[in-house]
């Protein structure tokens, strides 16, 4: 997922906001729109995911691009986009369709290697994520899989880390 300037707030402002809902409710969102991490692809993916009962992370790489959206600030959250409930006072999601849940937002700096990831999405799911995340997909839900030998690394540096809570993705609007 990537994270920056989003809708006149700065990196560290977000950061900030999403810490104290973070400690306000126990979870915070992060917003995003498009296509490419829908929630019917995303939900499906945390659900196979949870079989093995491990915890799924969200992994944040940095752009600096400034992204403005004429969507305004969001007021309610569902699971289903028929069910609407408002959201917690304190929740700022600004330009979004979409949010994760999640929790425990992390600052790091590390580096992952694309080419040890699976993608699961997309119109061929199990494509190596170096191969996925192209041109506008930013996004994407993968597995760690380092069986990919002779190929030089494409690394992506990691600069936040969070877990993934209940209810994992809903519609916001």
């Known amino acids: 997922m990537k994270a920056g300037p989003y809708c006149g707030y700065s990196l560290e402002e977000i950061e900030k906001i999403k810490n104290n809902e973070d400690k306000l409710y126990g979870k915070f969102y992060w917003g995003y729109g498009g296509v490419f991490c829908h929630p019917k692809r995303v939900l499906p993916f945390v659900e196979e995911s949870m079989k093995s009962g491990q915890k799924i992370y969200v992994y ?12 305004p600030l969001c007021h309610f959250k569902s699971t289903n986009k028929e069910n609407w409930q408002p959201l917690e ?6 330009g979004n369709q979409y949010s994760l849940v999640c929790t425990n937002l992390q600052k790091t700096d590390f580096k992952i290697n694309s080419n040890e990831y699976i993608s699961m999405l997309g119109d061929k799911p199990g494509k190596n994520l170096n191969e996925y995340i192209r041109y506008r997909v930013d996004k994407s839900c993968a597995i760690y899989n380092p069986t990919i030998t002779n ?8 600069s ?3 877990e993934l809570v209940e209810p994992y993705c809903i519609y916001v609007k």
């Open 151 to 158: 190929v030089k690394p494409k690394n992506i540096t990691i």
């Open 60 to 71: 944040f790489s940095i752009t600096n691009s400034k992204f403005n959206s004429p969507i």
């Open 160 to 162: 936040y880390v969070s």
């Open 89 to 94: 006072p304190e929740v700022v999601l600004v």
